[in-house]
Every structure is written in structure tokens, then in C-alpha cells.
């Protein structure tokens, strides 16, 4: 039985109050402090600025229960519905408890308000993530009948550890490649004349693996993207985009990003990078994976560790990335259940 004294609300992130935006941020920092020890906390005015700007595509719902004394959120459910043409079938969601308030029930008890917002929306899928440094999170989705669908690393790069002779090789290496392809640099906002080849680029993303979960490729429109990069940068993040031209076509071959933000001065994003087929095995993700890091060395000095998603199953590009000297930081997972199977799961609670 779940404490009568807990209150719970539901919460519109974009229009929170400022005790709210307060607790929501100490909540986040909570169970960030769990998942990434060694990182500093998110700014109150960051959190605040990345809630308002929540690209207008995705409807995030959120549920906060609140300790007795209503001083701190014990627990957090959220719900993201993407309003795309894509993927209609499902939804993301998180579910996070405070560790002083485990295994009471908050779980199942916001899971029971994340499903039915799911199946209200006609989304009958519901996918999540856990960490391998919080294992409640792994226990939680066995015992509510989740399917682990794609194993994955965040892997890190410490600077000191960059093998500059192997970066000036790629580099050279990209060099000899110059007479038929250009790389170039976009630093910020894409340039708007080049907005429909971004989303063509996007399209690459399409391309990782994404193992036995039901997702199907995500179209974004130039529209969808400039929300996307809008939150990015009002929370103060600064993107760096490398891509790389096929002269004779003018199409584009690939790219690279990284997102770095002043509030953590010392950890480097790696986002995605991403070659066309048709131009594979030629020595271009390398090349642009080279351009980035000399980049890096040379005008962010502050920056100690390149942090990266991985599927576990991303042969191709873990080759690049263990070659650069990248090791396994943590290990996480996605997972899927269809709401129908939770809705047991909670019905089996009722009886
Ligand atoms: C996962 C998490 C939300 C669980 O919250 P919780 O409030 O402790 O969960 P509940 O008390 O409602 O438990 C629901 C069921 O899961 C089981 N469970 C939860 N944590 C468990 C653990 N560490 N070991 C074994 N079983 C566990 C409970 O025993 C209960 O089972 P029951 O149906 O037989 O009673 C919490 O551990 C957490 O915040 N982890 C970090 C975030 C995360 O990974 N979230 C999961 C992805 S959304």
C-alpha cells in the first residue's frame, strides 16, 4: 500500500511555478547524482530554460508525488508523446523514486498513470531506459514484464588518453580524399539555405541499430529540427557540426556533432555521426571523427572527457571509437512493453 500522505499533481513543465521548476531540478539532480557521480548538477536557470523550450512536437506529461512535508518530489512519472507521422504506436516514459522512497509502491503507482495516459493517446507501446548503476531500475521492468530490447554503453574518451599521432593520420588520410569530397564546419544554428539537406542528414540517424525494439525510422521535419536545436541552445548548449561534400554531386556524404555546455565545462557530448552508405569503408567517418577531436584539442581546452551513446551492437562505429581509445563508462539498456501488458500487471495489484 502506497503512504496515504503522499500527494501527487500533475504538472505542465513548459508553465511550472517556480516552487515546482525548484523541486523538479532537485529532483533531476537527485537521481542524476546515482547514474553520473562524477558530474556536476544542472543549474536551476538551465533546467528551467530546457523545460520552456521543449520542442512544441513533443507533449511531455508529468506526474510529481511529494513527500508528506511536500518539501522534495519523492517521485516523478513522465510521458513523452511525439506528434510526428511516425511511431504513432508508442511512447516514452521515465519513472524515477528518490532512493529513501523505494520499493513503497510510487513505481507501480505512477506506471499506473503513465499507462493510462498511453492508452488514452492510442499508443500501445511503451519504451524506457535503465542504467546498469541503478539496478532498481532493471528489477522494476522484469518484474513488471518489459522486454530488454537493445543493450548499449555510454563510452568515454579522456582527453589525456587522445592518440594524437592517430588523429593527424585520419586527417592526413582525409587530405588525399579532398579532391573529391569537402569538409566543413557549421558552428551553432544550421545555415537555413542548407535546412532541407540537415534533414536528409537526419535521416542517417534512421541507420544505428536499435535491436528488438518496434520503432520505425524517424522522418524530422526542417521544422522539428529547429525546435530541437532551439532547445539546445537556450539551455546554453553550443553545437559543433562537421560534415563532409561530394564535390562532383554537391550531395551530402556525412556528419558529426557535439554538444558542449558551459555548465559543464569539462564533459563533451558526442552525438551522432553518420556516413551514407555510398560512401562507406572509404575513410570518412574517420576523417570526420578526426576533424572533431583536433577541433576540440585546440579551442575548448576546458574539456577532459568525450562522453557517447553506443548500441552494444554498433559494430562499425565502436571500431572508430575503440580505435580513438574510448572505454565503457556505463551500461544501459532500452526496453519495451505494450501498455495492454502493464495494465495486467497493475490489474493483478487490484485484486
Ligand atoms: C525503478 C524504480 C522507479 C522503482 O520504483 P519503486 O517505487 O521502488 O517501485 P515499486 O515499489 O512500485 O515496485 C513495483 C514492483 O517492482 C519491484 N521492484 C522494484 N525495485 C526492485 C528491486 N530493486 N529489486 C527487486 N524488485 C524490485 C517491486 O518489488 C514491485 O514488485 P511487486 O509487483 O511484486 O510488488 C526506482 O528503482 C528508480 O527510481 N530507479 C531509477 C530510475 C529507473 O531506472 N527507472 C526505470 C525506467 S523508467
Redesign the pocket.
Known sequence: M?NPAFQINSINVREASQAEFTALNQHTNR?RL??LPDDPPIPLEESILSMKNIPPFVDVRLWAVWNPDLTEIA?E?SLALLKTEDNKHLAQ???????D???????????RLVSDTAQENNRRLLV????DR???????????GAHKGLETHVNQLRITDINRGLIAGWLSHGKQLSADFEIGLWDGAYPEEMITEVANLYELTNQQPFGEIEIEAMHMSPEQIRQMEQQIFARGGQRWTFYIVNRATGRFAGYTETVWNPNRPEILRQDMTGVFPEYRKLGLGRWLKAAMLDKVLKDRPQVKYIRTGNADSNAAMLKINNELGFQPYMASAL?QIEVEKVQE?LN??NK
Open positions: 502506497t537521481i546515482e547514474r517521485a512519472g516514459f521515465e519513472i524515477t523514486v528518490l532512493p522512497f523505494r520499493l513503497q509502491g510510487l513505481g507501480r503507482k505512477l506506471l524506457t531506459e535503465t542504467a541503478v539496478p532498481g531500475g532493471e528489477a522494476f521492468m522484469l518484474r513488471i526496453w500487471y493483478s495489484h
